[in-house]
Each structure stands twice: as structure tokens, then as C-alpha cells.
T-cell receptor, first 112, second 116 residues
């Protein structure tokens, strides 16, 4: 069975500082991993995805993530955050039938 | 591209009534659509998977007679909450997947249901 654990429920950070949001996964089949962002009262927007190939994946809004098979991790990073990055971030793994299994979410709060 | 809309964005209804939520893929054909619910400050929980022209597959613990899902075309899926009760109040989000998708789901903006 597949599962996702997001290790931090809240991450406060100052504007222009770097940030890392941690995600660990468990999967017994081929691993497809995703990061989504959710702004208040909105749906989810895809930030980036790993399906195969290069383990460093670049996404939108300056985010990137690195797939680490040995550590079963897919941490999300951004070198310099903006106030507008304040949102909830979800890591997800593909499950059977193409459904997504989400982590608990990490609330990123960027302060001026 | 890959835009999914939901209607309505917010709905308030009385206990015992039924509510229909529409999910449309605006610029692509979604052979598969997914319905999620999200409680405040929590993650998304998959309710059901629907394939166009077929019966929906419900996740364990989700009452299929209470949450009726219809996926009549490649661009429209509907979720009907029948005999709604206050505990059904939640944020409902749908997503769609391309015919040839590499497993990427595109999400709608969500519908906030409040049952009084």
C-alpha cells in the first residue's frame, strides 16, 4: 500500500529565506510523486511531479524537489520565498487505479 | 490549459435536502474524474473515482447511496449529496485526468457545502 507522510504541519519562514518542506513516501509499486499547492478556499494547483528520469524536478513558481529513492523522500525546496507563497502544500503519491494519496499537508507561512 | 470548474462554489442548504455539485473539464476530455472531501485544516480524502459511462468506484466507508456520482460525458461529472445532514458540511473538490494522462490530475476550485 502507498502512503505519504509530511513531517511538518507548519513551517514559518521569513520572506526571501530558503525553505524546505519534507515529504516521505511508502510505495510497493512504481513511484509517481506530486506536490500540490492550495491557496485558501481554492482547489489544488500542481507545482511539480516526478514520474521517472532526473531525480531533480523543477516546477512552477521557483520550486523544485528531489526524489531520493534510498531515503524514500521527495522534499520540496525554494531558495527564496515570497509572501505570496503562503499556502498549504500537499505531497501525494499515485496509488492503484491512478488515484492520489495525499499527505497531511504543510502550512507554509511567509512573514515579512 | 487543463482547467476544471465546479459549480456552485458555495451552497447552503437545510438538513434533509439534496444538493448537486457539477464538475466540468473546460478544455480537455476527462475519462476519469475523482471526488474528494476536505475538512478544515485537513488533507483531501478520496471519496470516489468515476469513469465516463461507468458506475463510480467508492472508497471504503463512503456511502454510495448518499453520495451519488454521475459521469455522463467526458467533460461533466456530478456529485449529489442526498438527504444532507450537518456532518456532510465540508469542502468538496473534484479533479479530472486526461485520456492519455501521465497520472496528473487537474483540480477544480472546490465547493463549500454548509448544511444547516
Amino acid at each position: 500500500a502507498q502512503s505519504v507522510t509530511q513531517l511538518d504541519s507548519q513551517v514559518p519562514v521569513f520572506e526571501e529565506a530558503p525553505v524546505e518542506l519534507r515529504c516521505n513516501y511508502s510505495s510497493s509499486v512504481s513511484v509517481y510523486l506530486f506536490w500540490y499547492v492550495q491557496y485558501p478556499n481554492q482547489g489544488l494547483q500542481l507545482l511539480l511531479k516526478y514520474l521517472s528520469g532526473s531525480t531533480l524536478v523543477k516546477g512552477i513558481n521557483g520550486f523544485e524537489a528531489e526524489f531520493n529513492k534510498s531515503q524514500t523522500s521527495f522534499h520540496l525546496r525554494k531558495p527564496s520565498v515570497h509572501i505570496s507563497d503562503t499556502a498549504e502544500y500537499f505531497c501525494a503519491v499515485r496509488g492503484q487505479g491512478g488515484k492520489l494519496i495525499f499527505g497531511q499537508g504543510t502550512e507554509l507561512s511567509v512573514k515579512p | 490549459g487543463a482547467v476544471v470548474s465546479q459549480h456552485p462554489s458555495r451552497v447552503i442548504c437545510k438538513s434533509g435536502t439534496s444538493v448537486k455539485i457539477e464538475c466540468r473539464s473546460l478544455d480537455f476530455q476527462a475519462t476519469t474524474m475523482f471526488w474528494y472531501r476536505q475538512f478544515p485544516k485537513q488533507s483531501l480524502m478520496l471519496m470516489a473515482t468515476s469513469n465516463e459511462g461507468s458506475k463510480a468506484t467508492y472508497e471504503q466507508g463512503v456511502e454510495k447511496d448518499k453520495f451519488l456520482i454521475n459521469h455522463a460525458s467526458l467533460t461533466l461529472s456530478t456529485l449529489t449529496v442526498t438527504s444532507a445532514h450537518p456532518e456532510d458540511s465540508s469542502f468538496y473538490i473534484c479533479s479530472g485526468k486526461f485520456v492519455t494522462s501521465t497520472d496528473t490530475q487537474y483540480f477544480g476550485p472546490g465547493t463549500r457545502l454548509t448544511v444547516l
